[in-house]
């Protein structure tokens, strides 16, 4: 039987039924509350509102459990590689080995983007953001591969994920390499889906790459660590895109937009900037307490979740790897040990334990891309490539789910009303 909460607004009183998940708080549905009450929920920045239902990614923030089609992150970082989590996001579950040969091989078939793609590249300016191309290289794709567009069709729904997922490496080669003044890389499709990103990043026609397989590992664990994270501001801006009908191409070039921002993805670009204006384990105090005073802006990048009221399990995978790496890189870097005094510091400080403010993935992700030799720019772009997957799988699940409407939220309006018109003249 389903249970029903009772709401008493001025004497009238309703049943909101409450709805249960697998696992996770249970959620009032409030489908019918406008219609019932006349009255809206107000809930700006969606702090208490499940937009859908979901059955790809679970959270627990406060014990830091994340868990892809109900296996721990823990568990897909030491026994899978990317290209396995992408199918398991994507499918509903790990595939077997014949599963996963035809999803490699189809992968690998999408790789390349079309030639006359590459000719766009031309129009940026040289110092553009690598993510200001990306927003718009993707965003064109719609131009080009019109046989994936029907969104009605689930094969063409499949066509057009399997493409994004292809080719997001080599357009974010190609924005890096433009940049550069180099030439724009073709995909290599011997190589695995990481080994072929770093391969299109730093080769040359003059110089081969040789691929370090730390690296290479260490690539597949920051794309799977990135790949999904349920409602986030990126994937709800997809799927709001997608409510609308617009197309998968569309769609993501929509979420890359929104996790261009450095309260999003583009924070492990701020925490590294944050790190170097420290400079010093010295320093430290000093911008802590800066970060907890009111009348200053400055906040620890990196720190802090909405969702994670604990450790971010991914922090805690990510600062391991940074180590693993930096030793069998044999490589030393004054920034990583800023940041793991300064982290020690918060953690003990009581302001940061009282508001429940602990290192994010993007503490030390910018550690670990500084220790690969990736640049700066390139960070928010690579976290990119591995959400596309996560925002494809959920766009596909919007698609498929007969409880779709086009999101159109409302208002508490707090302007002028009914007033005269005047017009000076
Ligand atoms: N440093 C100092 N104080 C902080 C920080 C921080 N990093 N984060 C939150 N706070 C404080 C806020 O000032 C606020 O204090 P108040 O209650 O006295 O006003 C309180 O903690 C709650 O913070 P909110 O901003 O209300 O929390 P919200 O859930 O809206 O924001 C966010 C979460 C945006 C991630 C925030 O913690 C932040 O700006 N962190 C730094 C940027 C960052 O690392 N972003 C990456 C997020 S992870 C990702 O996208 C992959």
């Known amino acids: 039987m389903t249970r029903k909460a009772t709401i008493t607004i001025d004497g009238k009183t309703i049943e909101v039924p409450i709805l249960k998940g697998s696992c996770g708080p249970d959620v009032l549905d409030i489908r ?23 059955s790809i990614t679970y959270i627990n923030g406060d014990k830091g459990v994340l868990l892809y089609r109900g296996y721990p992150i ?93 080719k997001m490496p080599t357009i974010a080669a190609m924005a890096y390499n433009y940049a550069r003044g180099c ?19 730093f080769a040359i026609p003059s110089e081969p790459y040789q691929i370090n397989p730390v690296i290479a590992r260490a690539m597949d664990i920051i794309f799977i660590l990135h790949a999904d994270h349920e409602q986030n501001a990126s994937t709800s801006t ?7 009908q617009a197309n998968p191409f569309a769609c993501i ?32 105090p000093e911008y802590i307490e800066r970060a907890k005073s009111k009348n200053d802006s400055f906040r620890l990048s990196g720190f802090g979740h909405r969702v994670y009221k604990n450790y971010d399990p ?3 995978i990510i600062r391991k790897a940074c180590h693993d790496v930096l030793d069998q890189l044999k490589l030393s870097d004054p920034l990583l040990e800023i940041a793991l005094e300064l982290e020690s510091i918060a953690l003990k400080d009581p302001y940061f334990i009282e508001k429940k403010l602990y290192p994010n993935v993007d503490f030390y992700s910018g550690i670990m891309f500084k220790a690969l030799e990736i640049p700066t720019s390139m960070f928010t772009v690579i976290f990119s490539v591995a959400r596309t997957v996560g925002w494809i799988a959920q766009w596909n699940e919007m698609m498929a789910d ?5 999101g159109r939220p409302r208002q508490l309006y707090v302007g002028e009303k009914n007033r005269t018109f005047f017009k000076s003249t």
């Open 32 to 54: 019918n509350f406008y219609q019932e009450t006349g009255m809206f929920c107000y809930d700006p920045g969606f702090t208490s509102t499940a937009s859908c239902t979901s």
């Open 74 to 166: 823990e568990d897909l970082v030491e026994k899978c590689d990317f290209l396995e989590v992408a199918y398991l996001l994507l499918y509903g579950e790990l595939p077997d080995i014949a599963q996963k040969e035809s999803f490699e091989q189809s992968i690998n078939h999408h790789t390349m983007v079309h030639e006359q793609l590459r000719s766009f590249f031309q129009g940026f300016r040289r110092d553009a953001h690598p993510m200001a191309i990306m927003v718009g290289v993707v965003g064109a794709l719609s131009a080009f591969y019109h046989d994936s567009l029907d969104i009605y069709d689930p094969q063409q729904r499949e066509i057009a994920s399997h493409r994004l997922i292809a």
């Open 183 to 201: 030439p724009l890389p073709y995909p290599k499709n011997q190589l695995t889906y990481s080994q072929n990103f770093l391969n299109m990043m």
């Open 238 to 244: 997809v799927r709001l895109a997608g409510s609308s």
């Open 253 to 284: 070039a929509s979420g890359i937009a929104a996790l261009w921002g450095p309260a999003h993805g583009g924070a492990n670009e701020a925490v590294l900037s944050m790190l170097k204006q420290i400079g010093s384990v010295k320093n430290i």
């Open 314 to 316: 991914r922090a805690r």
């Open 402 to 406: 007969p409880a779709q409407k086009i």
